[in-house]
């Protein structure tokens, strides 16, 4: 067994409110410069629909992923390394310009340079910030179809819809949805990875987050081709592939990532997870599709378990990074509660993005029918006829096995339940957690975290200095300190002896000199002779 750290997301869908702040704070944090114009690294899909880029999901035309050989080994979709090798210089498994959008400012100046008292209105037509040509017709954007806008023209397009052969209605006020934010997906077994020529991709070993080097990069854009996800760009101006970071100078600091940061719903959820490493191409190799979300939870590590914690240092993890495993958000709401389930896990690259499906908004409806909608047994008895189709939600998450998105939403529908008798004074009825195979103390602490959890409980992300505390919590000025211990705190500063990082349980740290006075004599800076 060989344990490995991953840093992990989750998201809460019932939360997300379609606000895309978290699309344009990593917009202006990441590709806010000269030919990232098109790239969102983070972006938010209105479902059903099509998505960003048009049809990302569709692989018989995009080819991303792993696919089973005649023999049962994983091999990449799109070919091995003698076809990659034939077509190096020809890959037309690419989305164009198209499929993206072009994108495009407006002539500004003429409105400012426009003389004054002219008979006609001045305009600013659009143009390319390609090469500058007039742009006649915008006809695609990144969120063109948001809130099901323009989607009697797009819906049928959905891969998610035909594959699970799904009928919805197009009308408005009949039509379901719910928001879908996407990043990069960080997998355990990447395609990008695996696909590009020049080794410029890598996943990190310390925090499993996928990079790219942009001095190894030669811009072949097979990473583009390899990526079920399309969450891989080309730099026109530089001929560098590029990708969502993780926020990985954040996250080496304890900090969230900017999406979660600035996150107007709180939905996201950041923690480490521990993985067996030796056992990741033997659950990417599931041979039935509908057995892979089982596979992945498979080889995901207790981190409460001695044997773990044991092999875990062996293979040179922090205590640190071990301890924010335990604590972390990501290990209850897959292992705990149950709750988070991964975005096509058919595609067999394993990923660290998982989702909290959304519940629909059958209370409304089951009142207007003259039931109590809040009623366990009603809600219960709605999640099979729900405005949103379980075949939907299994084609998205769970690789059309509807088994365990029903659970799922059992469990966040007998939450709702039972937490209204609490906040209504009356007694809690401890059948309605039993249903759903929890306690009544579970489910009050899966509210909390879902509901009401603070910062600190929703980003459990380790320093890369394991000398340095994590959180606002760690602050002195919680607990009453004086100014000058919260600036040193502040600055990642703490009292302890530099050794403290390599023994457990030690709350070692740099000296702080902002708050050093005179006359002291810290022995962690100049240590006594023997």
Not at 253 to 274: H, K
Not at 276 to 287: G, K, Q, Y
Not at 487 to 498: C, I, K, N, Q, T
Request: contains cysteine; negative net charge; proline residues 8%.
């Amino acid at each position: 067994m060989k344990v490995m750290a991953q840093i992990a997301m989750i998201m809460n869908l019932d939360k997300c409110i379609g606000c895309h702040t978290c699309s344009v704070t990593c917009k202006q944090a990441w590709t806010n410069r000269e030919g990232t114009e098109y790239m969102w690294f983070n972006n938010v899909e209105t479902r059903p629909g099509v998505g960003y880029p048009y049809g990302w999901e569709d692989q018989g035309k995009w080819e991303g992923g792993w696919v089973l050989d005649k023999r049962g080994k994983l091999k990449p979709r799109a070919g091995g390394r003698l076809k990659k090798l034939a077509t190096i210089f020809h890959n037309p498994k690419l989305p164009t310009i198209e499929d993206y959008y072009e994108p495009w400012t407006y002539e500004y100046e003429k409105l400012l340079s426009a003389p004054a008292g002219q008979k006609t209105q001045p305009t600013a037509r659009p143009v390319s910030q390609l090469d500058g040509r007039p742009i006649d017709t915008i006809k695609w954007s990144s969120n063109w179809d948001d809130n099901l806008g323009g989607s009697g023209q797009t819906m049928d397009d959905d891969p998610v819809l035909k594959q699970m052969n799904v009928q919805v209605r197009k009308e408005i006020e009949d039509a379901f949805m719910f928001y879908l934010p996407r990043i990069c997906e960080h997998c355990l077994n990447p395609t990008c990875v695996s696909s590009c020529p020049s080794g410029a991709m890598y996943k990190r070993s310390e925090d499993g987050i996928v990079l790219v080097d942009q001095d190894r990069c030669r811009g072949w854009r097979m990473c583009v081709s390899g990526c079920p996800y399309k969450k891989v760009y080309f730099n026109h101006k530089t001929g560098k592939a590029e990708k969502c970071t993780l926020c990985y100078p954040r996250i080496e600091v304890g900090q969230p990532t900017v999406c979660s940061e600035t996150c107007v719903g709180r939905l996201r959820y950041l923690g480490v997870l521990l993985y067996d490493a030796d056992r990741v191409a033997s659950a990417a190799s599931t041979p039935d599709e509908r057995d892979l979300f089982a596979a992945q939870k498979d080889i995901l590590l207790d981190p409460h378990d001695p044997e773990v914690q044991r092999a875990a240092v062996e293979s040179g993890i922090p205590h640190a990074w071990i301890d924010a495993a335990q604590q972390s958000p990501i290990w209850d709401l897959i292992f705990r509660y149950e709750v988070a389930v991964p975005l096509h896990p058919e595609y067999r690259t394993l990923p660290m993005v998982w989702y909290i499906p959304p519940l629909s908004p059958v209370v409304d409806a089951v009142t207007a029918s003259g039931a109590d909608g809040e009623h366990h047994r009603v809600l219960m008895s709605a999640i099979s006829n729900m405005r949103i189709p379980l075949e939907y939600l299994a084609g998205l998450f769970t690789a059309g096995d509807t088994a365990p998105v029903e659970k799922v939403l059992r469990r966040l529908a007998a939450m709702r339940s039972y937490m209204r008798d609490i906040n209504l004074g009356n007694e809690p009825q401890e059948e309605i957690a039993k249903a759903v195979g929890m306690t009544g103390r579970d489910m009050q602490a899966m509210y909390r975290l879902l509901a009401i959890a603070k910062y600190d409980d929703r980003y459990v992300i380790p320093t890369a200095s394991p000398e340095t505390p994590r959180g606002i919590s760690s602050l002195p000025s919680f607990a009453g300190a004086d100014p000058a211990a919260t600036v040193a705190a502040f600055h990642g500063l703490g009292e302890g002896a530099p050794e403290a990082c390599h023994s457990e349980g030690s709350t070692g740290g740099p000296v702080p000199l902002a708050s050093w006075s005179a006359g002291q004599r810290p022995d962690s800076m100049f240590p006594r002779s023997s």
